[in-house]
């Protein structure tokens, strides 16, 4: 149980809902993380970079995110049950390199809920000049490179041991390193496990505004929406604003900036009921940018929408059923009479509502073992995201998932490491003796020797 005073404030938890990242400090002193660069160091110029065997290979590593600030960030912002995903990199910037492009490693998810986070430890003192990560702050909400015009570019510069915890789908960048010494940034991925149904951070304020408006003023309903849900609000009033015109907030939709786009979406979440007829209809558009931007809208109306997806989840078009999976799985616990509905849909002829369907069916219906045999079958698809959605929806539905020992099992040699890594997690959760034996076991065969390596083989 990690201490209150490490937890986050309202206010750093507004300046995340707003900003998509916060930097922290940690308590470790400075000889560790030269001792962390001069380990990095070693290893990439014998061994070649480590990636996902990271934290194995450096396992000093461990205490960055053992240490309480760190914990109490991310708990703050994923629940007190967050998990560190298997995917764990050390980023190089190399002496004289001229940086990379503005980017998302979360691609166009179409959620703007905080399910994901990066997580950037850098081991040295990393000035501009060294080329840190640049993140365009407030990014994490757009999908198009209107993102990268939104605000200035911030180098997250600062002294060796420096955390930034940042929105998985921030527009980031590796910036020039001007300099003749590398730059090591160690990036890890972690996510949420359990819907939110109250706050997990040291709140005081159950009101998104206190005083003065935090952020842009045009996309205030969109940060309350934001806030309401970490508080565990996760259904808008169906009757706001009743006499809102909807037809005019509807062309909002379609406007060629994603800003306004924004807007509009969120205020036609607070016409409610009114509004998801048409918003429904918008999933069968040509363009993906428009399908999505009312799929924001539908998420945030939340339980009064599903009795309309439902039915979209057998349209005839596969856009429609896919969408209507994603919004599913974005409201989360409110659409749980959606499960049957979302169980048929792993089935689905197209991989991506299959994938989808099967990521839905664990936000959904994690409160019981219901859709369990679906995801099962589901880990067994040919197509690989759908096994790999299917075996983390299996780790959050964690004890009810019991059932699934021996399907996760027959997972352990599957191709894609992340299948393996989330079946590992998924045992982890579910915690009775079967699967601890069965865990254990696996990690005994295939422990991970980090001393040996071409200099040292025995």
């Known amino acids: 149980m990690i201490d209150k005073t490490h937890l986050l404030d309202d206010n750093q938890m507004r300046e995340f809902i707003v900003n998509g990242y916060l930097i922290v400090k940690t308590d470790l002193p400075r000889n560790y993380h030269d001792a962390i660069y001069e380990t990095t160091n070693t290893v990439f110029e014998k061994e070649g970079n480590p990636g996902n065997n990271l934290l194995p290979r450096i396992p000093e590593i461990q205490e960055v995110f053992d240490d309480p600030t760190v914990r109490g960030a ?10 560190m995903q298997p995917h764990r990199h050390p980023h190089i910037n190399h002496p004289g390199s001229k940086g990379q492009n503005l ?3 979360g691609g166009k998810r179409w959620t703007h809920r905080t399910r994901r986070l990066l997580v950037f430890y850098y081991p040295q003192d990393t000035p501009v000049e060294l080329g840190p990560t640049g993140i365009v702050p407030g990014s994490h909400y757009f999908c198009t490179p209107e993102a990268a015009k939104s605000r200035d570019e911030l180098p997250l510069s600062g002294d060796a041991g420096t955390v930034t915890v940042a929105n998985y789908d921030l527009w980031h960048r590796a910036m020039p390193n001007r300099t003749d010494k590398p730059r090591y940034m ?3 991925l972690s996510a949420r496990m359990s819907e939110p149904d109250s706050p997990s951070w040291n709140c005081n304020q159950s009101n998104w505004l206190n005083g003065k408006p935090t952020g842009m003023l045009e996309h205030q309903t969109m940060f309350k929406y934001l806030w309401d849900w970490h ?5 808008a009033n169906p009757e706001a604003n009743g006499d809102t015109a909807i037809s005019e907030l509807m062309s909002g939709l379609y406007d060629s900036g994603e800003s306004k786009c924004l807007r509009a979406a969120y205020q036609l979440a607070e016409c409610g009921t009114r509004a998801i007829p048409d918003l429904v209809d918008v999933l069968d558009e040509e363009s993906q940018d428009v399908r999505r931007n009312a799929c924001y809208a539908l998420s945030a109306i939340g339980a ?4 309309f997806l439902i039915p979209a989840l057998e349209a005839k078009n596969w856009w429609v059923r896919d969408a209507a999976a994603e919004v599913l799985g974005d409201i989360g616990l409110d659409a749980r009479k959606a499960i049957p ?3 048929s849909a792993v089935r689905d002829e197209s991989d991506d509502v299959r994938s989808h369907a099967a990521e839905a069916l664990g936000t959904t219906g994690q ?3 219901t859709a369990v045999p679906a995801l099962i079958a589901a880990s067994q698809d040919a197509e690989e995201s759908v096994r790999r959605n299917a075996v983390f929806a299996l780790a959050r539905l964690g004890p009810h998932a019991k059932s699934a020992v021996n399907a996760l099992k027959n997972v352990f040699f599957d191709e894609n490491r992340y299948v393996r890594g989330d079946a590992v997690h998924a045992l982890l959760r579910i915690g009775t003796k079967e699967a601890s034996d069965v865990l254990l076991r696996h990690l005994t065969m295939s422990r991970w020797c980090p001393l040996t390596n071409r200099e040292s083989t025995h």
């Not at 991310?74 to 998990?83: N, W």
């Not at 508080?231 to 259904?235: F, N, P």
């Not at 009064?304 to 009795?307: F, G």
């Open 186 to 188: 160690m990036k890890f």
């Open 367 to 369: 409160r019981s073992g």
């Open 103 to 105: 980017h998302q490693d």
């Open 304 to 307: 009064p929408a599903v009795d």
């Open 74 to 83: 991310l708990t703050s912002l994923l629940g007190a049950d967050y998990y």
């Open 341 to 343: 509905a979302l169980m």
């Open 231 to 235: 508080h565990g609000k996760t259904t």
